[in-house]
């Protein structure tokens, strides 16, 4: 069956960095998704990844082992509006739909 | 910038009503969808479109209908509201084409079913 799996919180310090981890099962693969989500508001894109390796995009960057299912979310130099809820979604094949993570909570402590 | 606008941010309604949320994009985009977000479970389809017209069941449709009668609307109605369906509503919209296109969200109808 399908299942992606992000831990429920996770809590880090202003200024560190933090690696935010997402597990998955699926039948196939075509995709990867970052998404952040304030509280209250829409969940807005971050990255994608469809090939193995790294993807830098400023202070966040997003990995893929595709061999392992499994891909991280980056954040450097954390800063206080980091504090949010992040997505992680599996574009299982060809269709347009995602699977979706529960989200994993981040508290951003001064 | 892509554009989806929901109708409502937040809504009120009794039991048995019909509930009517709108959606509309203005990126010309052929893929909408109405999802709802409920703590911790995660973003669930309830409907998408491909295109005007068409639409395909999600994950849990039960209870809820959709049209598409124009590319730039998606609308989800609540054929009889109950409590159960208290919950953020997010509508999305995605091109068509390469596998990378991410889905753009609306900012969400906070719906209470009384």
């Keep these: 069956g399908q299942n992606i799996d992000q831990p429920t919180e996770m809590t880090a310090t202003e200024g560190a960095i933090v690696q935010i981890n997402c597990t998955y099962q699926t039948s196939g693969f075509n995709g990867l998704f970052w998404y952040q989500q304030h509280a209250g508001e829409a969940p807005t894109f971050l990255s994608y990844n469809v090939l193995d390796g790294l993807e830098e995009k400023g202070r966040f960057s997003s990995f893929l082992s595709r061999s392992k299912g499994y891909s991280y979310l980056l954040l450097k130099e954390l800063q206080m509006k980091d504090s949010a809820s992040y997505l992680c979604a599996v574009r299982e094949d060809s269709n347009y739909q995602l699977i979706w993570g529960a989200g994993t909570k981040l508290i951003i402590k001064p | ?10 809504l009120v309604k009794r039991t048995g009503e019909k ?20 703590p911790g479970l995660g973003l669930r389809l309830i409907y998408f479109s491909y295109d005007v017209k ?40 995605s091109a068509q ?13 906070r719906l209470s079913i009384l």
């Excluded at chain 2, 909408?32 to 409920?38: G, K, L, P, S």
């Excluded at chain 2, 809820?64 to 109605?77: A, D, G, Q």
């Excluded at chain 2, 084409?97 to 109808?109: A, E, I, K, M, R």
């Design chain 2, 1 to 10: 910038d892509v554009k989806v606008t929901q109708s409502s941010r937040y």
């Design chain 2, 19 to 38: 509930v009517f949320l709108e959606c509309v994009q203005d990126m010309d985009h052929e893929n909408m969808f109405w999802y709802r977000q409920d």
């Design chain 2, 54 to 93: 068409m639409k395909e069941k999600g994950d849990i449709p039960e209870g809820y209908s959709v049209s598409r009668e124009k590319k730039e609307r998606f609308s989800l109605i609540l054929e009889s509201a109950s409590t159960n369906q208290t919950s953020m509503y997010l509508c999305a919209s």
């Design chain 2, 97 to 109: 084409g390469y596998s990378n296109q991410p889905q753009h969200f609306g900012d969400g109808t």
